[in-house]
């Protein structure tokens, strides 16, 4: 198995900008989780999918935060207008439903 | 929010001895999770703990549950340059699979 995959492992922006980010879970997990991680938060939970439908978003920072799942296999994560702060690296991973959770290697998003 | 706190933040030891991660929160979960995580890679999990008062261990790394299921702890023996890296604790709340991480334990073994 590929394991999670996430694209791109680098995006570099500018301020203003739409910054979308992909994640392709592993296949038969029906749990799909966007994290994001800074040195001064940590690893924080934005938002997570069961079987595609968006179950809590309660850690989607703001309304210029959104994600979709269109499908078992694909997930997105956009942030429309980007801002420095929104700098970090972003996470996916999938799950079973009460099994090991597996990450992706991260989006490195610097916004300048 | 359940939040859980991790120490030391940093520790810097020498090829061979022993240390200690603490995981501590005022709540109670359902279970406790630990995962190492190298630079440019996501966090891998290494254990999960979910009885009070728990123990395993995996080769030179034991874990701990606290018998309230508020706490846990990671002790490796004998640490090796292998070892360095970002531990993080997750407690998985009752309902779902909803992990909240701690801030984690950045650990640098020197040869």
């Known amino acids: 198995d590929a394991g999670v995959i996430q694209s791109p492992r680098h995006e570099v922006t500018e301020m203003g900008q739409e910054v979308t980010l992909r994640c392709k879970p592993i296949s038969g997990h029906d749990y799909l989780f966007w994290y994001r991680q ?12 069961n079987n595609n439908v968006p179950i809590d978003d309660s850690g ?32 996916c991973a999938s799950s079973r439903t009460n099994e090991k959770l597996f ?4 989006t490195q998003l610097s916004v300048l | 929010t359940q939040l859980l706190e991790q120490s030391p933040q940093f520790l810097s030891i020498q090829e061979g001895e022993n240390l200690t991660v603490y995981c501590n929160s005022s ?14 890679e996501g966090p891998v999990l290494l254990v999960t703990v979910v009885t009070g008062g728990e123990v395993k261990k ?26 360095t890296g970002l531990y993080l604790c997750a407690g998985e ?10 801030g984690g334990t950045r650990v640098l073994v020197k040869p």
């Open chain 1, 60 to 91: 989607m920072p703001e309304d210029r935060f959104s994600a979709k799942m269109p499908n078992a296999s694909f997930s997105t994560l956009k942030i429309q207008p980007s801002e420095p702060r929104d700098s970090a690296v972003y996470f």
């Open chain 2, 27 to 40: 709540s109670v979960f359902s279970s406790l999770q630990w995962y190492r995580q190298e630079p440019g």
């Open chain 1, 38 to 49: 800074t040195m001064m938060r940590g690893l924080e939970l934005l938002i997570y999918f």
């Open chain 2, 58 to 83: 995996l080769k030179r790394l034991t874990f701990q549950f606290g018998d309230a299921r508020k706490d846990s702890s990671l002790h490796i023996t004998a640490a090796q340059p292998g070892d």
């Open chain 2, 93 to 102: 709340e009752a309902a779902g699979n909803k992990l909240t991480f701690g």
């Open chain 1, 103 to 106: 990450f992706g290697s991260g």
